[in-house]
């Protein structure tokens, strides 16, 4: 009857150390699925950054060239109001002139 009990008892434990051992293996390949999921959301979130970058550049880019068109045409305007102004100088010459 003593061993018996012992058996019983030798059992029970064996059979929660299978369960405990099932359920590390669950968590560990729970936490290997969760670590591919997070790789895989690393690596998409990695191509639109480098996506968003590269658009960026371009703006940055299309940017400039603005800016130096915009540039050109205050040298351009620049240029012009010098001219109005010689020209209305000499237009004055010419008016007292006569």
């Known amino acids: 009857m003593y061993l018996k009990h012992h058996e019983g008892q030798i059992e029970d434990i064996l ?13 560990m390949e729970e936490g290997r699925i969760d670590r591919m999921i997070i790789r895989r959301n690393s690596n ?17 880019k299309k940017q400039l060239g603005q800016k130096d068109k915009i540039a050109f045409a205050h040298y351009r305007i620049s240029n012009l109001e010098r001219i109005i102004e010689k020209i209305q100088a000499r237009h004055q010459t010419n008016q007292e002139d006569l």
């Open 44 to 60: 998409e979130l990695k191509i639109e950054l480098k996506k968003i970058h590269t658009q960026i550049i371009k703006l940055q």
């Open 15 to 27: 059979n929660y150390l299978d369960e405990l051992y099932l359920h590390h293996i669950e968590k």
